[in-house]
């Protein structure tokens, strides 16, 4: 009886340091994609639903941002990175969007990685270039520079001047004393 219970525990601690070894393994997101499908990454939602609603069932898709996280802080891990291995195509905004984008690709083991930056050769709208009702801001600019550099000449004009240090030229006379 003492054998049995022995050889119980040693079963139970077997399967527990087992299951604590794998906990960590899961399997990769591509696992369920058939061999003809076409393996994507896509950063975020925008570009996943983009590539599942173009390649259909001829590929298999995975969002490596979870919805909720902000893509410029957004870190792979290690899970990912190996992703990143298995893929055929990695989809991204670009345009700085994934910060951390050049470091995974520069570290990974994919030569046949195709990226696709989606902001490639798309001219940026810089932030503050049009006003809200769609006009560019540029006019706007010079009318505020202008309005700004009359600003600055008001500032030095003679007759602020001579009212800020109590002087009234055209009270003046050919004599006073600076006491």
Known sequence: M???LKLLALIIV????FSLM?????ASPFSSAREDQLKIIASIYPM?????????????VV????AGFEPHAWEPSTTDMKTFEEA?????????MEMWADKVLSSIRNP???????????????PGAYSLDGEEAEADHDEAEAEHEQDADEDHDPENETEEHDHDPENETEEHDHD
Do not use: E, N
């Not at 794998?22 to 899961?26: D, K, N, R, Y």
């Open 14 to 17: 077997s399967v527990l340091v």
């Open 88 to 96: 055929d195509v990695f989809i991204m905004s670009g345009a700085g």
């Open 2 to 4: 003492r054998h049995y």
């Open 63 to 66: 969002q490596l941002i979870p």
């Open 48 to 60: 996943a639903d983009f590539a599942r609603k173009i390649g259909g069932d001829h590929v298999s």
């Open 112 to 126: 046949s990685l195709l990226t696709i930056d989606t902001s490639f050769d798309v001219p940026l709208i810089l």
């Open 22 to 26: 794998t906990a960590g393994c899961s």
